[in-house]
């Protein structure tokens, strides 16, 4: 059974630090995608990473992934309070009829004034 | 361009009744996910329809079915409400099956009691 496992589950910050949100996964796949959810809120898509090495910046977030480690990263530079959300990294396997899409836990991120 | 829309926003039944949630997809998507997300959890994948035809589904009984129309707009039915369906209803919809990029509707916020 596929597993995707974040790390940390809850990270508290000081803003203007760096640091890196991971996700593993224990099957074969290589396409695996980033989410932001603020409380009571639906998901916002971030990152799509479609092959083995893609890596994906937008503002202060960069995403990677190694599909031979089975392991995406979410890098956060120089946080800012507006980061503060929760962070999900999802992984999509199958085929036509089969496919699933199974999420992480989440990490819940708090940057701090 | 439309976003993915839902409906009703919140909904209470009782045990054992049954539901129907609405999702409209974003213009030009033809597959619509189905997601429920549990208090303090990440999204569970519940099946995935493309062209109207089931495409996936993750591990929910038969309770739990769906249905996609002709204008790729989707229902979720879920019989025979149990307590621990109490959850955040999310439907996501993306430009064709399988790995791309979702864009989430508001979710609908179910309470069985």
């Known amino acids: 059974e596929l597993k995707v496992e974040q790390n940390p589950l809850f990270l508290s910050m000081q803003e203007g630090k760096n640091y890196t949100i991971y996700c593993n996964y224990s099957?074969?796949?290589?396409?695996l995608y980033w989410y932001r959810q603020d409380p009571g809120k639906s998901l916002e898509s971030l990152f799509v990473l479609l092959s083995n090495g893609a890596v994906k910046q937008e503002g202060r977030l960069m995403a990677s992934l190694d599909t031979k480690a089975r392991l995406s990263t979410l890098h956060i530079t120089a946080a800012v309070h507006d980061l503060s959300a929760t962070y999900f990294c999802?992984?999509?396997?199958?085929?036509?009829?089969?496919?699933?899409?199974?999420f992480g836990t989440g990490t819940r991120l708090k940057v701090l004034a | 361009e439309t976003g993915v829309t839902q409906s009703p926003t919140h909904l209470i039944k009782t045990r054992g009744q049954q539901v129907t949630l609405r999702c409209s997809s974003q213009s030009g998507h033809n597959t619509v996910s189905w997601y429920q997300q549990a208090l303090g959890q990440g999204p569970q994948f519940i099946f995935q329809?493309?062209?109207?035809?089931?495409?996936g589904r993750g591990n929910f009984p038969p309770r739990f079915s769906g249905l996609q129309f002709p204008n790729y707009s989707s229902e979720l039915n879920v019989n025979a409400l149990e307590l621990d369906d109490s959850a955040l209803y999310l439907c996501?919809?993306?430009?064709?099956?399988?790995?791309?990029?979702?864009?989430f509707g508001p979710g609908t916020r179910l309470t069985v009691t």
């Open positions: 999802a992984v999509w396997m199958g085929n036509s009829g089969t496919y699933k899409y199974i």
């Open positions: 996501a919809s993306s430009r064709g099956q399988g790995p791309y990029e979702q864009y």
């Open positions: 329809y493309y062209r109207e035809e089931e495409n």
């Open positions: 099957t074969t796949s290589d396409r």
